[in-house]
């Protein structure tokens, strides 16, 4: 305070003296520039520091002090709305995770759905197509053996009937003529005769209803078609009746020995 105080009157007299030089005033005539030393107690800084600092005593109020808690009000208000923001956004993420996994197994689950009923339908399709081609042939078959009984009996005909003149011949020919015209048409449909003479007997195609021993062919040959098998496409229509060489039965000889004659 002192010091602040006798700066000021320093100030005054230099002031006092450039007024004093510039209107004429003698310099001899100096002006009493003494202060009065003021009746009020000093205060030194560190006192003030201590009235500043001390317990229960506010520092005066300025323009930052004031401005300071309302920017730190604002700074913490939007802290807090943008962590609700972030908790809403999280929230909402998961929300939509969950929809998305819960979409996916429902996708999953009708596709596997889809796969299912698709391979149940290919198989109905399969199935209710052999089951068809199964009747067909069935139907087929079924038809194509009556009808082979009619080749039996022409072919039984042609081989006992033998014509002796020309009427018997022309009648031979009429009805060889339609026996012909018989076997063309299971022909077109797929029917074939079997060949068995001379190959071995097969059980699956052949049905023996004769065995003949014999040395001309060896055994389990077949040597003769009874009645005749066929063949619808691959499936066998009729099994063959034949007969089959079996091996020659062994001659018993009659050992002779002479009478001995006592002598």
Same mark, same amino acid.
């Given at each position: 305070? =002192?010091?602040?105080?006798?700066?000021?009157?320093?100030?005054?007299?230099?002031?006092?003296?450039?007024?004093?030089?510039?209107?004429?005033?003698?310099?001899?005539?100096?002006?009493?520039?003494?202060?009065?030393?003021?009746?009020?107690?000093?205060?030194?800084?560190?006192?003030?520091?201590?009235?500043?600092?001390?317990?229960?005593?506010?520092?005066?109020?300025?323009?930052? =002090?004031?401005?300071?808690?309302?920017?730190?009000?604002?700074?913490?208000?939007?802290?807090?709305?943008?962590?609700?923001?972030?908790?809403?956004? @999280?929230?909402?993420?998961?929300?939509?995770?969950?929809?998305?996994?819960?979409?996916?197994?429902?996708?999953?689950?009708? @596709?596997?759905?889809?796969?299912?009923?698709?391979?149940?339908?290919? =198989?109905?399709?399969?199935?209710?197509? @052999?089951?068809?081609?199964?009747?067909?042939?069935?139907?087929?078959?079924?038809?194509?053996?009556?009808?082979?009984?009619?080749?039996?009996?022409?072919?039984?005909?042609?081989?006992?009937?033998?014509?002796? =003149?020309?009427?018997?011949? +022309?009648?031979?020919?009429?009805?060889?003529?339609?026996? @012909?015209?018989?076997?063309?048409?299971?022909?077109?449909?797929?029917?074939?005769?079997?060949?068995?003479?001379?190959?071995?007997?097969?059980?699956?195609?052949?049905?023996?209803?004769?065995?003949?021993?014999?040395?001309?062919?060896?055994?389990?040959?077949?040597?003769?078609?009874?009645?005749?098998?066929?063949?619808?496409?691959?499936?066998?229509?009729?099994?063959?009746?034949?007969?089959?060489?079996?091996?020659?039965?062994?001659?018993?000889?009659?050992?002779?020995?002479?009478?001995? +004659?006592? +002598?």
């Amino acid at each position: 305070m =002192n010091e602040n105080q006798q700066d000021l009157n320093a100030q005054q007299l230099n002031d006092v003296s450039e007024t004093s030089s510039g209107i004429g005033v003698p310099p001899t005539d100096e002006v009493d520039v003494s202060v009065a030393p003021s009746d009020e107690p000093e205060v030194s800084a560190t006192s003030q520091a201590d009235a500043i600092t001390s317990p229960g005593l506010a520092a005066p109020a300025t323009e930052e =002090n004031q401005e300071f808690p309302a920017a730190a009000r604002v700074s913490s208000e939007a802290a807090t709305g943008a962590t609700a923001s972030l908790e809403a956004l @999280k929230q909402e993420v998961e929300a939509l995770s969950s929809q998305l996994s819960e979409s996916k197994n429902q996708s999953d689950t009708f @596709k596997n759905q889809y796969m299912r009923i698709a391979a149940d339908f290919d =198989n109905f399709r399969k199935r209710t197509t @052999k089951e068809k081609q199964d009747l067909e042939v069935k139907v087929k078959c079924d038809t194509i053996s009556e009808l082979l009984s009619v080749v039996d009996t022409f072919e039984r005909a042609r081989s006992q009937i033998k014509p002796q =003149n020309d009427g018997e011949m +022309t009648i031979h020919k009429s009805y060889q003529g339609v026996y @012909k015209q018989l076997v063309d048409a299971l022909k077109k449909i797929g029917v074939s005769p079997m060949r068995p003479e001379g190959k071995d007997f097969d059980p699956n195609l052949h049905e023996a209803v004769m065995r003949q021993p014999t040395e001309e062919h060896p055994e389990g040959t077949v040597m003769e078609e009874l009645v005749r098998g066929y063949f619808l496409g691959d499936r066998i229509l009729r099994h063959a009746l034949v007969k089959v060489a079996a091996p020659p039965e062994p001659v018993a000889e009659a050992a002779t020995e002479p009478d001995a +004659t006592p +002598t």
